[in-house]
C-alpha cells in the first residue's frame, strides 16, 4: 500500500497559472503512488459555488479525477475560502467531502484531521465571521445570487481578508495551544495534522502526560508543499514551481 499524502492553502487562482500547473504535475507525479491525497482546505482561493464557469475549477476537477481513476484516493476537506465547495464539484473531480474534524487512521495512528481555522480563538473577527458564512441559511441566500454578485462579494471578502492578516501581529493569526490540546483530547488522538496557518512544521509536545505531534501543512503561494506519511515515518517538504526537485521543510521539534 502506498503512502497518504496531505496537501492543504494551494489558493489556486487564475491569476497564478504556475501554481496550478505545478498542482497538476504533482497529481500526475508522486500522487500516483499514494494510496490516499488528502487535501485540507483552502483548495482554491475563492468558491462562489459549484455553478461556477470558470475554466480553472474545470481544469483543475479534469486533473482530480484523472488521480482518482488510478485508484487514489481523493479526500476534501473544506478550508475557510472554499466552503461552499459542494457535493457536484466534488463529484465532478472525483473526491470524497471529509466533515471536519474527521479522525482517520493514517500508518497506523489514529489522527486527527483538521483545515485548522477552528484553532485560532484569538482571532476573534475572523471567527465571528467563520459563524456567519458557515450557517447554513446565509449559505443557501448568498447561492441564490447571481453569479456575478457572488464574484464581486468573494473578491471583496478576499480584500479585507488581505488587509486583516497585513495589519493583524503573527500570534494573532496562529493556533491556540488549549484549542489544540481540547481538540485531540476530545478526538482520543496523539497526532493532529492541519494547514491554514501557512507556518510548515512538525511539533512534538506532551498531552496528559503523553507524547504528542501536531504537523503543519504548507501553502503553495510560491512553491509547492506536501506531508507523506507511510510505515517509514513523517516527510514533510517543500518543491519549487520551476523545478520537481524536492527539498525539507523546516520543521520545528
Known amino acids: 500500500m502506498g503512502p497518504a499524502l496531505f496537501i492543504s492553502d494551494l489558493h489556486l487562482d487564475p491569476q497564478r497559472p504556475r501554481i496550478t500547473r505545478l498542482f497538476e504535475r504533482f497529481l500526475a507525479g508522486e500522487a500516483r503512488q499514494a494510496s490516499a491525497l488528502y487535501i485540507l482546505g483552502d483548495l482554491f482561493e ?7 464557469d470558470d475554466e480553472l475549477p474545470a481544469q483543475v476537477a479534469r486533473a482530480l479525477r484523472a488521480l482518482a481513476t488510478t485508484g487514489v ?22 473526491m470524497r467531502r471529509l466533515p471536519e474534524p474527521c479522525v482517520h487512521i493514517i500508518a497506523g495512528v489514529r489522527t486527527l484531521l483538521l483545515h485548522g ?5 484569538d482571532d476573534g473577527a475572523y471567527q465571528a465571521f ?6 447554513p441559511q446565509w449559505q443557501r441566500q448568498f447561492l441564490a445570487q447571481p453569479l456575478a454578485q457572488r464574484r464581486a462579494f468573494a473578491h471583496e471578502a478576499r480584500a479585507a481578508s488581505t488587509m486583516h492578516t497585513q495589519s493583524s501581529p503573527h500570534a494573532l493569526l496562529d493556533v491556540d495551544a488549549g484549542a489544540v490540546s481540547a481538540a485531540m483530547r476530545d478526538a482520543g488522538v496523539r497526532r493532529l495534522i492541519h494547514g491554514h496557518t501557512h507556518r510548515p512544521a512538525l511539533h512534538r509536545f506532551t498531552l496528559d502526560g503523553a507524547p504528542a505531534e501536531r504537523i503543519v501543512l504548507g501553502d503553495w503561494y510560491e512553491q509547492g508543499s506536501r506531508l507523506r506519511i507511510d510505515e517509514q515515518g513523517i516527510d514533510l517538504r517543500a518543491f519549487a514551481a520551476d523545478r520537481g526537485e524536492t527539498a525539507p521543510t523546516r520543521m520545528s521539534y
Do not use: I, K, P, S
Request: aromatic fraction near 10%; charge should be negative; glycine fraction near 10%.
Open 46 to 52: 475563492a468558491w462562489v459555488g459549484d455553478d461556477d
Open 73 to 94: 484516493a481523493v479526500h476534501f476537506m473544506a478550508g475557510n475560502r472554499d466552503f461552499l465547495l459542494g457535493a457536484d464539484y466534488a463529484a465532478r473531480a472525483g
Open 117 to 121: 481555522d477552528t484553532l485560532c480563538l
Open 130 to 135: 467563520r459563524r456567519q458564512v458557515r450557517d
